[in-house]
């Protein structure tokens, strides 16, 4: 089993930064592709950045590029989102996933990914 927990969330005013972090537990950890994802009230969770197994190669939705950096240490089994310039906009739950399949080499749709984090708030202010 694949067990994940998110910190790091919480307030903070717009331009600032913070990081997140992610705790993996279990198998597979170092060879499973990891991905952040976000989802305001009433809109459908996103993909904010995704990460290959060993960090080779990552993605980032267009309004994330620049300003948030995806990375993972495989030795802590930690996968991080540093978060810099943030926007009211970005204001949401962030989600860890992982997946296990390794179909592809960083899958970017919410339905490729098989275990989840808690999520941890992120609220970003004026």
């Known amino acids: 089993q694949v067990r994940l927990v998110e910190s790091g969330g919480g307030l903070i005013q717009a331009g600032g930064s913070m990081r997140l972090s992610c705790a993996a537990s279990g198998r597979a950890f170092s060879g499973s592709p990891m991905a952040w994802f976000r989802q305001a009230p009433g809109k459908e969770r996103e993909v904010a950045a995704a990460?290959?197994?060993?960090?080779?190669?990552?993605y980032y939705r267009e309004s994330i590029k620049g300003r948030f950096t995806i990375s993972r240490d495989n030795a802590k089994n930690t996968v991080y989102l540093q978060m810099n310039s943030l926007k009211p906009e970005d204001t949401a739950i962030y989600y860890c996933a992982a997946d296990l399949n390794q179909r592809v080499a960083v899958p970017i749709l919410a339905r490729e990914y098989e275990y989840w984090g808690q999520g941890t708030q992120v609220t970003v202010s004026s």
């Open positions: 990460i290959s197994a060993i960090g080779a190669m990552t």
